[in-house]
T-cell receptor, first 114, second 112 residues
Framework: KNQVEQSPQSLIILEGKNCTLQCNYTVSPFSNLRWYKQDTGRGPVSLTIMTFSENTKSNGRYTATLDADTKQSSLHITASQLSDSASYICVVISIKAAGNKLTFGGGTRVLVKP | NAGVTQTPKFQVLKTGQSMTLQCAQDMNHNSMYWYRQDPGMGLRLIYYSASEGTTDKGEVPNGYNVSRLNKREFSLRLESAAPSQTSVYFC???????????FGDGTRLSIL
């Protein structure tokens, strides 16, 4: 069964510190991988999109990496701010004959404390 | 631009009642989607509309129906609500079926 597993489920970090979130997937065949940020009470917002050939992509203080061989991705948050408190969702897109399929991870909830 | 607008934001229903959740987008997107999000679980696709005039089942379609009213609007209907349908429902749209999605802020639905 195609799955997307995220770890940790939650973490608390101090403002200004860095953190790294993990995403492991078994989805096949792979098309691309996306990271979304979801603030409490809001819908997810796209942070990065990575295709098979991309290893690293940045969006401000967010840097995503992808290892398509090991089927792992990470999202690194640099110099965290209070506004980074949110859930971060990894989504893997696979290409099927009937159309693309999106598989969502359960998310990592990040709390940044002053 | 408003992006993706969902109404209502909150709703409480009794078991067996019917309800339609509304979604509209102003980005001229071709594809629209309905998801549900339950605690500790990833978003699960209920139905999608790859283009105006078409709708298809997603991962968890049972108990739901959809209507792509026009290019802008995509509604989700619960014909006979059940407590298992208590969830947060998100509508999303994208320029094409394989493009990044833009999400609304959700409808929080409780069924007693």
């Amino acid at each position: 069964k195609n799955q997307v597993e995220q770890s940790p489920q939650s973490l608390i970090i101090l403002e200004g510190k860095n953190c790294t979130l993990q995403c492991n997937y078994t989805v096949s065949p792979f098309s691309n991988l996306r990271w979304y940020k979801q603030d409490t009470g809001r819908g997810p917002v796209s942070l990065t999109i990575m295709t098979f050939s991309e290893n690293t992509k940045s969006n401000g203080r967010y840097t995503a990496t992808l290892d398509a061989d090991t089927k792992q991705s990470s999202l690194h948050i640099t110099a965290s701010q209070l506004s980074d408190s949110a859930s971060y969702i990894c989504v893997v897109i696979s290409i099927k004959a009937a159309g693309n399929k999106l598989t969502f991870g359960g998310g990592t909830r990040v709390l940044v404390k002053p | 631009n408003a992006g993706v607008t969902q109404t209502p934001k909150f709703q409480v229903l009794k078991t067996g009642q019917s309800m339609t959740l509304q979604c509209a987008q102003d980005m001229n997107h071709n594809s629209m989607y309905w998801y549900r999000q339950d605690p500790g679980m990833g978003l699960r696709l209920i139905y999608y509309s790859a283009s105006e005039g078409t709708t298809d089942k997603g991962e968890v379609p049972n108990g739901y129906n959809v209507s792509r009213l026009n290019k802008r609007e995509f509604s989700l209907r619960l014909e006979s609500a059940a407590p298992s349908q208590t969830s947060v429902y998100f509508c999303a749209s994208s320029r094409a079926y394989n493009q990044p999605q833009h999400f609304g802020d959700g409808t929080r639905l409780s069924i007693l």
